[in-house]
């Protein structure tokens, strides 16, 4: 088995790839999908190998695409459906927040929603304040909907998998700034778990949980801590928002007495927010020192290039409040 | 009015314990069921609930301390922490912790180590409240310390310089404080390192006394389980079905121990260096290996009364309740005599150390097909029998080898000679 170097956009198409081809009832639909293989390019080669059956352009409606994929998942299929701009979600919410969450629920288990809505999330892109929104909290706060957002290629295939596999709706936030990043995926089929936390680099003074872009960046700053300050941060991949893998989150908060959240979302009611409620509630007396977010505020994100990325959390932005909370 | 709480009677023979840590300080508020104080004994760690409720107005016993049962460990009620209270004749006692509801998704610790604010305006983080009390150290002169220093904030890393010359601290994720502490070090010379927990601490000293102090002495014999197993294969199904567990071979050797004492009652005694106190009743030890994670002895009582079915019952109720962690400490003392039971794992014999006071441990190993020597009128025969050890340590103090021999020759015969169908027919 050897193992491929893949951009995470091409790991996109491998992970549909491998469901579409082990399933037959797994189809594949959104807007610019098929042929033109994706507005960012993510799903190049799907068409012309699975056909325009299984694989479907639509028109531009939100609540068409949801609205088709939820009836697909009731009636029988497999559906994956892409939401171009995550923001775009806002638009067909009824069917997120109201419908496909809540019909396992209302039906007393009669129907199921076996779907995965796939979408670009996420800033960084210089796409705008209506383009670039990093929501993941918009879907988590739903009950009866499960979140998910990878930050590698690897963990794209697999958690894809797990989304496709699962009985009920996910939510697959892919960062449309990492579609271009690289990284090593083995050959052969991968399935990863729902809910589960991955912890990425190893640390005893504190924990550092971060999501989708942020995960590098808080990787880069835990570097910088340990090399010029001697700060020695455990960094943690939340990966799954919905299910959370709290006992990683936990156990690591027991083992390093503190706890920083990276969050792209602005500040307000971020994912980050429950984390830190969480920790505060289980594990509150293992801390040694308050629960610091690291957020973008709360503001529409500009288009700008310098104002963007002022807005965004960098490396350096973590490292400078890490260092000054931590020798407070 | 003013209440004492007063260290439990945590079991009949504990006659103290190590007050671990307290969830209530000074000054709290206390209501009926809440967490008080944890209590740590050379069994068990436990958690103790307050019967009454109240104001905190005084903690006697700090963490840290051992208490005897019986002792005024705090005072609820009352106008100040300084005016010696007149106790009141209400003592707490122990309770099992509340069920948690179905709608707590997250669940707070209900423990309390203490306010923020220190003395001197000092404050101390959470982590360094809890290792305070835990580790019972004086956040006074920490403060203190820190203010000398210039600084406003006890943290964990204060508290471990403060603990230097002493012992490691602990330190126990609060999601696991019921739990006894298991600490992980780092790994040293290529090896992992264990820390071990009060209990295995507890049970490592009391297993090198015991080894130290009693004159040991093995004896084994060999038991043929042939007739007996052929009773047991016919009553298994019938039995399972009955009792929802399955018939093995150790309550059948438990009931033959308890009927072997009844001809040799200086086995089932206790030693005390100048006399020897012979038990009226056969309170049976059943050594359970918790996954290799650890061994508790759960004692089944007046064992001696118990017919086949009775006492299968009762051992597995009590190996039940250790495998899931439910054992009291009635449930680990007063034992009489011990049996240790190896046979799972295949093995021969097993020498095993004398749990003291007690005089002697049995031991029971595989029973297995074997060749045996087989004697009838008609001249000796090689046969395939069903045969196993079954062995005893005893300490020499107590009596002799032919006193024990004896007891293992009689112990011999009623496992192979009883008419154990009988015993199962009139009770199942």
Known sequence: ?328 | MTQTVIMPQLGETVAEGKILNWFKSVGDEVREGDNLFEVETDKVTLEVQSIIAGRLSEIRIGAGVVAKVGDIVAIVGGAAPSTAPKPAETPAVLRTAPERSPFEEVSTPVENFGRAMGPDGVRATPLARRLIAQNGLDIGKLAAEAHRRGEHRIDEKAVRGAMVSQAEIVKTPTATLAAAPVRRAATVHGGDVIALNAMRLRTADRLAENWRTIPHVFQAIEVDFTALDRVRQQRKDGFRKTQDFSLTYLPFIARATCLAIQAFPQINARFTGDSLILSRDVNLGIAVDLSHNGLVVPVVRNAGDLTLVGLAKAMNRQIDKARTGKLTLDDLSGGTYSISNNGAFGTTFTAPIINAPQVAILSTDAIKLKPAIVSTPQGDFVAARLMGMVGQSFDHRAFDGAYSAAFLSELKRILEERNWGDELAENS
């Open chain 1, 1 to 328: 088995m050897g193992v491929a170097e893949l951009t995470y956009r091409d790991a996109v198409a491998r992970g549909i790839a491998q469901e579409m081809e082990r399933d037959s009832r797994v189809v594949f639909l959104g807007e610019d999908i098929a042929k033109a293989g994706g507005v960012f390019k993510a799903t190049v080669g799907l068409y012309e190998k699975f056909g325009p059956l299984r694989v479907r352009d639509t028109p531009i409606s939100e609540q068409a695409i949801l609205g088709a994929a939820m009836g697909a998942a009731m009636t029988g299929l497999r559906p994956i459906a892409e939401i171009m701009f995550a923001d775009f979600l806002a638009v067909c919410f009824d069917y997120v927040a109201n419908e496909m969450s809540k019909l396992r629920y209302m039906t007393n288990g009669q129907l199921a929603c076996p779907l995965v809505i796939r979408t670009g999330n996420g800033g960084g892109v210089r796409f705008g304040a209506q383009h670039s929104q990093s929501i993941e909290n918009w879907t988590m706060m739903i009950p009866g909907i499960k979140v998910v957002a990878p930050s590698s290629p690897v963990d794209v295939v697999g958690l894809m998998a797990a989304a496709v596999r699962d009985q009920d709706p996910v939510i697959f936030h892919e960062h449309k700034a990492l579609y271009a990043t690289k990284g090593e995926v083995p050959d052969g089929e991968i399935v990863d778990t729902l809910g589960t936390a991955k912890i990425l680099r190893a640390g005893s003074d504190c924990t550092i949980v971060a999501l989708a872009l942020m995960v590098s960046r808080a990787l880069e700053a835990a570097d910088t801590l340990k090399r010029e300050h001697g700060i020695d941060a455990e960094v943690i991949d939340a990966r799954s928002l919905v299910p959370l893998d709290t006992k990683t989150i936990l156990g690591s908060v027991a083992k390093t007495g503190r706890l920083f959240t990276v969050e792209e979302n602005p500040r307000l009611c971020g994912w980050g927010a429950e984390i830190a409620s969480i920790v505060a509630d289980e594990a509150f007396w293992d801390l040694d020192g308050p629960i610091v977010r690291i957020t973008t505020p709360h503001i529409p994100l500009p288009a700008a290039d310098h104002l963007e990325d002022l807005a965004l959390p960098s490396a350096a932005r973590i490292v400078d409040k890490i260092r000054r909370v931590m020798n407070g």
